[in-house]
């Protein structure tokens, strides 16, 4: 039993070391000893992220709301830094030597993703774990090693779980090579040639038209992803192969045997928290640290996004508040148990307390009748009705949803760019994203519904009973105090869809915006002077279906039947009709050589009358078919003090309408013989997806123009390189692919509908 003075007194004068509070346990940990435990030494254990030391990430982390009381009574964050916190700097890869003068080590730090690459898994639960018992070791006798790790290492058991070891007889050498072998195994087969040849394939089928290096970026991205998945998947698979649930808890269970082994000879405590969720009360209810178990599906049900679930409602799941957890170490900090006998605590709730599936349905459902997510002008969001109808019957409604996403996002991504088209192409990605996330947690949860553990808490429990009266106030972890329907609907839902209504409210007012381009400054003004640059930004805007609604063969068309009588008309239209399948085909894997097949329709014409031509009848054709908002926008980048580019793969006569508009134009130019008639090839390589990036390269470096500052506007996937290539990207009224990417990577997209886009119909022949 504790003397009578408490934890404050038996931890006074005490130096900590504790190991991962930038996390969310370990942030509420620290909070507790700084502010409960007066007398306290901390040093923090932490890596360096980015250009942060971790010096900075621990000065920014003691500004956070929650040290407000903390930071209040030391008087600012330079004074905790100087009186009771040291700062560490170390990776559990490479864990530093540690002080000399050390009472105790909390290790909080872990790798605590469900599905981890197996790789990250083993190095920082359990290498990580090792090394540091090592400098543990280094640094003194009887240091007291507290050891936070999950109840959760009991693996796929049923039934009741006591605090002790977990019993079973892996071999912990032998998985810890194996998974720390795996990344340089996924990574060779990864380079397998059969296996890149399939990538390749496929990047090349879908992004071919683009350009073969944005097919090759697009097959390496691929690859990288496939090493990812398969480090995960051979994580998991090992895991369950051995009675575990994922490969999180058993890495954190060969972590355990690693601190059994060196308990031996020292005081070690292990603490097995269940699923952590919001405070109960301090530093106030609903404190909360980043999303991990639960609230991603409370969070979806309020949303209507999940229909089902895979539980029977009297299974328990075990939940308990992060208050509990870190009271409970604090009080484990306290005693320190004789070396060889280490001590187990449970703090969990399913043994006292238990919360059933069907009880939590009913809380959440209740808060979110009360306090509903609104869709849009739908007001609010339907909620599902569950009927738990068991984990076959949810398995095969998954199942066949991800069937019929499948066939329809196959249809819409090879449906001409339309905006219905776009509408069903946003509509199946959010699906998509639906059905993916459906997946993961509903895998994920089967598993930890399936298992019906009851945490014995019996240790925990005359810990707490030994406490003195003030501190089992103080250090509250009995969880039988906690009402799960008060917790849920006044606490925990309110706490976890704060942060997400925010952002709804921050989405419908960027929606507002959307579709506005950025407003230009005009030349002179103040903003632009001060600026300085105007003059080094260009505009680059595609041509067909971005300026205006043509294509390469409508154009050829009005050009080439014009100088015909009507019987050659009769004949050519018959003879093209029949290629033209062929050409529109070949010209979604290579536009180069669709181009060049119909600039072939050329051979004969003379350049000076297709010049006449478009001058005397195509001009009020063409402007026709410009879209305003598009000639607008040229405008104003003019009067900003911006350099305008016309870049297509049509040929130079048809430009011509456009020349006042444009400080240059880079078009196809047809080859000539000596009498000016055209042979039917170009003079030189038409420019189409990555050429075009790299013409707009070499013409910025030649008229000291910054690509980062400019704009790049285009409508089809095989403008990408170009959009790439700018910083200021914009879509127009984009085909699916490129609709996709453009919201995939935030860019703009506006619908620039010009007048005839469904086309008074031309009479190519004219008035001839
Ligand atoms: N959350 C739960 O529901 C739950 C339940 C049972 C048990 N636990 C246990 O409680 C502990 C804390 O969990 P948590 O929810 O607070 O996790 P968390 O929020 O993800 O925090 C993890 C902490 O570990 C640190 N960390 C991870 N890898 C590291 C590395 N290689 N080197 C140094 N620091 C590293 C992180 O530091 P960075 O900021 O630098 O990434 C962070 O401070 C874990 O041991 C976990 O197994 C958690």
């Known amino acids: ?160 779980v006591l605090e002790g070891p977990v019993d079973h007889d892996v071999d912990l050498e032998a998985e810890l090579s194996w998974g720390l072998a795996q990344r340089e195994v996924v990574e060779r087969e990864s380079r397998s040639s059969d296996r890149l040849a399939d990538i390749r394939g496929k990047a090349e089928r879908d992004h071919g038209r683009a350009g073969l290096l944005t097919a090759a970026a697009a097959a390496e991205e691929k690859r990288r992803e496939w090493v990812a998945d398969e480090l995960v998947r051979l994580g998991t698979e090992r895991a369950r192969s051995l009675g575990w649930t994922d490969c999180y808890t058993f890495t954190k269970a060969m972590g355990e045997r690693i601190v059994e082994a060196y308990a031996a000879d020292a005081p070690v405590s292990i603490v097995r928290p269940s699923i952590i969720e919001s ?128 066939v329809a996002d196959f249809v819409v991504g090879r449906a001409p760019g339309s905006d219905r088209t776009r509408d069903l192409a946003r509509k199946l990605d959010r699906q998509g994203r639906r059905l993916e996330f459906l997946r993961r947690y509903l895998d994920l949860y089967r598993e930890y519904t399936q298992t019906e553990l009851r945490f014995a808490d019996d240790n925990t429990m005359r810990l707490y009973a030994s406490l003195p009266e003030q501190d089992r106030d103080r250090f509250a972890f009995d969880t039988t105090v906690i009402d799960w329907p008060t917790y849920i609907e006044d606490i925990h839902c309110p706490a976890v869809t704060a942060p997400l209504r925010k952002l709804d409210e921050a989405r419908r007012k960027r929606k507002r915006n959307d579709g506005a381009l950025e407003r230009l400054q005009p030349r002179g003004t103040d903003q632009n002077d001060a600026a300085g640059s105007s003059h080094n930004v260009a505009a680059f805007f595609d041509m067909d279906g971005t300026m205006l609604s043509s294509n390469v063969i409508e154009t050829y068309l009005w050009l080439r039947l014009r100088e015909m009588s009507a019987a050659e008309r009769a004949g050519h239209l018959g003879r093209l009709s029949a290629r033209l399948p062929g050409m529109v085909r070949a010209e979604r894997h290579d536009r180069t050589a669709f181009l060049r097949s119909v600039y072939r329709e050329y051979e004969g014409a003379r350049l000076a009358d297709l010049n006449e031509i478009v001058d005397a009848a195509l001009t009020d054709h063409v402007l026709a078919r410009l879209a305003a908002a598009a000639v607008r926008r040229v405008r104003e980048h003019r009067a900003a003090g911006h350099r305008t580019v016309l870049i297509t793969g049509a040929i130079r006569p048809l430009t011509r309408p456009l020349a006042p508009l444009f400080d240059h134009i880079e078009a196809a130019d047809l080859a000539v013989d000596d009498t000016g008639v055209c042979t039917g090839f170009l003079a030189s390589s038409p420019l189409t997806g990555e050429a075009r990036a790299s013409w707009m390269r070499n013409w910025a470096r030649d008229n000291d123009v910054d690509l980062s500052a400019s704009y790049g506007y285009a409508d089809s996937h095989s403008d990408l390189p170009l959009l790439d290539a700018v910083g200021r990207p914009v879509a127009v009224r984009p085909d699916v692919t490129l609709y996709r990417h453009a919201r995939t990577n935030r860019w703009r997209i506006v619908d620039w509908a010009s007048p005839d886009s469904i086309g008074r119909p031309l009479n190519p022949a004219g008035s001839r």
């Open 1 to 160: 039993m504790c003397d009578v003075a408490g934890i404050a007194t038996r931890l006074s004068g005490r130096h900590v070391l504790l190991t991962g509070v930038t996390g969310f346990v370990g942030q509420a940990l620290l909070h507790r000893l700084l502010a409960d435990v007066a007398e306290v030494t901390v040093t923090l254990l932490v890596r360096p992220k980015g250009s942060n030391s971790g010096r900075d990430r621990v000065r920014s982390l003691l500004g956070q709301p929650i040290f407000a009381d903390v930071r209040e009574r030391a008087g600012d964050v330079d004074a905790l830094l100087d009186s009771r916190v040291r700062v560490l700097e170390g990776d559990m890869s490479a864990v530093p030597e540690l002080p000399r003068d050390l009472d105790a080590v909390v290790h909080c730090a872990g790798d605590v993703s469900f599905n981890p690459p197996v790789d990250h898994a083993f190095t920082t639960n359990v290498v990580g774990t090792r090394d540091l018992l090592g400098r543990i070791e280094a640094a003194g006798d009887d240091i007291h090693y507290v050891h936070v790790s999950t109840a959760y290492v009991a693996g796929r058991r049923r039934g009741t």
């Open 279 to 406: 405070s109960l009360a301090t530093p106030q209810p609903g404190w909360i640290e980043g999303f991990k178990m639960a609230e991603p599906l409370i969070l979806a049900y309020g949303r209507g996004e999940l229909p089902e679930f895979p539980a029977a409602p009297d299974t328990v799941i075990d939940i308990v508040p992060v208050d509990h957890v870190v009271a409970a170490i604090v009080a484990v900090l306290a005693q320190p148990p004789d070396a060889g006998a280490p001590g187990y605590f449970h703090v969990a709730s399913s043994a006292r307390n238990p919360l059933r599936f069907g009880d939590l349905y009913d809380s959440v459902r209740r808060y979110y009748d009360a306090h509903p997510f609104t869709s849009g002008d739908r007001g609010a969001t339907r909620l599902p009705e569950w009927r738990f109808p068991g984990a076959q019957a949810v398995e095969r409604l998954l199942s066949t949803s991800e069937r019929a996403h499948k």
